[in-house]
């Protein structure tokens, strides 16, 4: 299907074969019948007038018949050169009537041949023509109007469906929503958000779904106006009514926007127990949800999955991250291996001083006064006095007290706050206390651990 089919396809747009109209001669296939169906019909014009039904005579009627099957054979390039034939003898269709009726017909030939350029120039002519009927002239500027929207002409498309609505009595939602679509293109987003919302109010009222790109139109319109509510309220409904993963991702991203974290990691959880979070981003953004909402057992299944399965890298951001979910959920070993494997990535010594750390909780104390040892010589630690304290802490359970008293010293050095330099001090004054009963016990002949880094 054509970008332009698809457009029209979009819009409801109906070119159907045109009708033959009544004729003179009586005896002519081509008789009223049409005409009597159509007067049963309500009026769906303004201003309608009683007036003389105009016709079609015996001459023309019998040469727009031969057109007839040529055309239902989609036979175009011969019915064209036939109606040029038409058109060109002036004694065939003489009226103004007919010559109204070989224009449209050739305006319809054009459309099949997606020649749209001599399409809408033969509607063109209709619309003007001195013996178009009303009822005519106003369905001939909707499809000029439609015509217009395929060749992206939105200024004269606008013209055309605005003077359409200011003479139909019957406005259905589909013209609404075709002009909401080519004032959004003129940037006229007022006025089209206001055919959108009486659109989608008015099939509404009728208990019938409004269609998916209309919900798509208003939650555009909406959303640059930052009406996020209203943009959640939309998306709601797509979800309901036409299920995709794309609108529950755009409806979690909403959620956020508007701090409703917890709506938010359900919306995006459904997305990701479907598979649909193909991307690393996604997937790091859902871990760092469940960090948010203090699930980290969760976040840290979520990126050891992801690295398995490829989608997530292995890189020294994000094994810190994976080390830091586990750390927080006390599984202590797996933290340890996440943030082993991202400190041979890191640059810097920060993480090789949170593995210190850890080491210290497990009782891990070699390791982690060398881990610390690693951080200093390597730099860019965050916190290097807290990185000192744990490697003091670390000497003094190894029983290497004056070399723990030295490393307290450097805490106290590079601490900037009296807080920050209470700890370091205390920890001097116990390990000078502690070293120094300890070597008296040495002194009198008595078993004392040495120093065993």
Request: with cysteine; aromatic share 10%; charged share 25%.
């Amino acid at each position: 299907m054509s970008r332009s089919t698809k457009i029209l396809a979009v819009f409801g747009a109906a070119f159907v074969l045109p009708l033959m109209v009544a004729v003179v001669d009586p005896q002519s296939s081509l008789n009223t019948s049409v005409f009597a169906a159509e007067e049963k019909k309500e009026p769906k014009y303004k201003d309608v007038k009683t007036r003389k039904r105009q016709s079609v005579g015996a001459r023309c009627a019998k040469a727009l018949e031969k057109v007839q099957p040529v055309l239902e054979e989609e036979n175009w390039a011969v019915a064209l050169e036939m109606l040029n034939d038409i058109e060109a003898n002036v004694k065939t269709c003489s009226s103004d009537y007919e010559q109204t009726q070989v224009w449209k017909f050739a305006a319809y030939v054009h459309y099949s041949l997606e020649d749209y350029n001599s399409a809408i120039r033969s509607y063109k002519r209709v619309v003007d023509g001195i013996g178009t009927p009303p009822e005519l002239k106003l369905d001939t500027r909707y499809t000029l109007a439609q015509l217009y929207t395929v060749q992206e002409d939105y200024r004269n498309a606008a013209l055309q469906l605005e003077a359409w609505m200011q003479e139909s009595a019957i406005i259905g939602a589909d013209a609404r929503m075709l002009l909401a679509q080519i004032y959004y293109q003129l940037e006229r987003k007022t006025e089209s958000l206001q055919m959108v919302n009486a659109a989608i109010a008015d099939v509404e009222s009728k208990d019938i779904l409004p269609k998916e790109g209309w919900w798509g139109l208003q939650r555009v319109l909406y959303y640059e106006k930052n009406n996020y509510p209203k943009v959640t309220s939309i998306l709601e409904q797509l979800v309901k009514h036409y299920p995709k993963w794309t609108y529950w991702r755009q409806l979690g991203g909403m959620y956020g926007q508007r701090e409703r974290e917890m709506d938010r990691l359900v919306a995006t959880e459904v997305v990701y127990l479907n598979g649909e979070l193909t991307k690393e981003t996604q997937v790091m953004s859902m871990a760092y949800m469940y960090l948010g909402a203090e699930v980290p057992y969760r976040a840290a299944n979520i990126i050891e999955k992801g690295m398995i399965d490829g989608v997530v890298k292995s890189s020294a951001k994000n094994l810190e991250v994976l080390g830091t979910a586990w750390y927080q959920s006390k599984d202590l070993n797996n933290a340890v291996k996440a943030l082993e494997s991202a400190s041979k990535k890191s640059d810097t010594g920060n993480l090789q001083a949170r593995l210190a750390g850890i080491y210290l909780d497990l009782g891990r104390d070699s390791e982690a006064y060398r881990a610390a040892r690693r951080a200093a010589k390597k730099g860019g630690v965050k916190r290097p006095e807290a990185n000192y304290l744990v490697m003091g802490n670390a000497l003094i359970n190894l029983h290497c007290y004056k070399d723990g008293v030295a490393a307290f010293k450097k805490s106290l050095k590079v601490a900037k706050t009296e807080k920050s330099k209470r700890y370091p001090k205390q920890w001097i004054r116990y390990a000078d206390t502690e070293g120094a009963r300890l070597q008296k016990l040495r002194d009198v002949g008595a078993t004392v651990p040495s120093c065993s880094k």
